[in-house]
């Protein structure tokens, strides 16, 4: 069973940066696409960025301009540079990886922005 390791989640104050970082426990499989999801409590899960195995990205409007996604393709892991947190990027972040048939997610990291 493939497993995802999510590392870098933590305590910033408003302006700061954080990087997450996600790695599947294979390079058998190759992704069709990696994401970061995040959920705050007593929302629903939402997307904040994908990433294609082509390196195509996309971005919630929330966090344009302030967020990268990026991946190394060989190795199956993606990244998520946050810089300028607002306290409103608080939430427990996923990450996600799709291989075409199925999915699999990572256990959650906190990332808590205090103002």
């Known amino acids: 069973q493939v497993q995802l390791v999510e590392s870098g989640g933590g305590l910033v104050q408003a302006g700061g940066s954080l990087r997450l970082s996600c790695a599947a426990s294979?390079?058998?499989?190759?992704?069709?696409?990696m994401g970061w999801y995040r959920q705050a409590p007593g929302k629903q899960r939402d997307l904040v960025a994908t990433i294609t195995s082509s390196r195509i990205t996309n971005y919630a409007d929330s966090v344009k301009g302030r967020f990268t996604i990026s991946s190394d393709n060989t190795k199956n892991t993606v990244h998520l540079q946050m810089n300028s947190l607002k306290p409103e990027d608080t939430a427990i972040y996923y990450c996600?990886?799709?291989?075409?048939?199925?999915?699999?997610w990572g256990q959650g990291t906190q990332v808590t922005v205090s103002s």
């Open positions: 996600r990886i799709n291989w075409g048939l199925f999915d699999n």
């Open positions: 294979t390079t058998t499989f190759s992704f069709n696409y």
